[in-house]
């Protein structure tokens, strides 16, 4: 693969989605080759999973059914859409990826980060992501923020207590120290601008010295 690979992490209303374009955008700017995309989703077969993972309707969702249909949306989104354009040379930049399976199913749903990580590494095979930034922001900011974007989709996690979005924000605590090589922490409580800044200075330092 000849392209670089960033993802994007964090709890809900972190902010990582509109950073995510924001920077998208430069990076076009700049002449690079950018594909911008999401998890679960970003191809139709995967997108149908979404639909079905983040229905509001499906509260008796197993949470081992909820990590496989994950994994099954990854690996679909992985070979049909962002495989391809790596080995094309492009930036590929993904809103979520294996990180969160293992902060949201591994750790909140206490199935196991490592049981969580076994299943995924049979969906992706070994293509982690280059680089990964966590916009880290306490629970209760990012819930607030959600309650006050009515323009966000809504969705089942939404109907999750306090306490669960505490889980996860405690395991990314964990998948920072676990992969420190990997995983940059981004401030998201500050202003808009200063997160979109600090994020471009970190993907842009990673990019030029790859390319040394």
């Known amino acids: 693969m000849t392209g670089y690979f960033i993802t994007f992490e964090g709890g809900e209303g972190a902010g990582k989605t509109s950073i995510l ?11 690079f080759e950018v594909i911008a995309t999401r998890e679960p989703g970003g ?16 509260t008796k969702m197993d949470p081992r059914t909820e990590a496989l249909l994950y994994a099954a ?57 280059d680089i990964t930034l966590f916009f880290d922001i306490i629970p209760e900011e990012g819930l607030n923020r959600i309650t006050a974007n009515k323009e ?5 996690l939404d109907l999750e207590k306090l306490h669960f979005h505490e ?19 981004i401030d998201a409580s ?3 601008a200063e997160v979109e800044a ?6 842009s330092t990673f990019i030029h010295e790859k390319k040394q």
């Open 21 to 31: 374009q924001a920077i998208s955008d430069k990076l076009s700017n700049q002449g």
């Open 43 to 58: 191809i139709e077969i995967a997108e149908k999973i979404r639909q079905i993972i983040l229905d509001r309707s499906h």
């Open 73 to 129: 949306a990854r690996r679909q989104h992985l070979v049909e859409k962002v495989l391809p354009a790596l080995d094309q040379g492009k930036v590929v930049l993904c809103d979520r990826f294996i990180d969160s399976s293992l902060a949201y199913q591994g750790y909140a749903r206490e199935l196991g980060i490592d049981e969580i990580y076994h299943v995924n590494e049979f969906a992706i095979e070994g293509c982690m992501p």
């Open 152 to 156: 966000r989709e809504q969705n089942r």
């Open 167 to 185: 889980k996860v924000y405690e395991a990314y605590q964990l998948l920072l120290d676990k992969f420190p090589e990997r995983i940059y922490k």
């Open 190 to 192: 500050l202003s808009l």
């Open 198 to 203: 600090l994020a471009y200075e970190k993907i």
